[in-house]
């Protein structure tokens, strides 16, 4: 299994962000799928997951419903959309195959991709 995360960048307080996780496996639907954040200094933390099927959806408390993850199985994608973004959130944003609220619940990850947000 190969995840390659796309979509982060530079964005002010309150801005937004679309993260896309790709993966290149033939099987992508059978997979639960997560995304999980580390900032410089702190450990790996949950950020969202959702069911194979899409039909089941999780997130840590900190995202206080600005967040929002999906899937498109189609498309071998998984999606965060990231709304009203805090300086707290600056971070490398991982996809990972598997379901739970700590980094040993995933299994195949991606490379991470850099969100910045500035106050």
């Known amino acids: 299994v190969q995840l390659v995360e796309s979509g982060g960048g530079l964005v002010q307080t309150g801005g937004s962000l679309r993260l896309s ?55 071998n994608t998984v999606y965060l959309q990231m709304n009203n973004l805090k300086p707290e959130d600056t971070a490398v944003y991982y996809c990972a195959t598997g379901i739970g609220d700590t980094a040993q619940d995933y299994g195949h990850w991606g490379q991470g991709t850099q969100v910045t947000v500035s106050s």
């Not at 790709?22 to 995304?35: C, D, H, L, N």
């Open 21 to 75: 996780c790709a993966a290149s496996v033939r099987t992508f639907s059978a997979y639960a799928m997560g995304w999980l954040r580390q900032a410089p200094g702190k450990e790996r933390e949950f950020v969202a997951s959702i069911t194979w099927t899409g039909g089941s959806t999780f997130y840590a408390d900190f995202v206080e419903g600005r967040f929002t993850i999906s899937r498109d199985n189609a498309k």
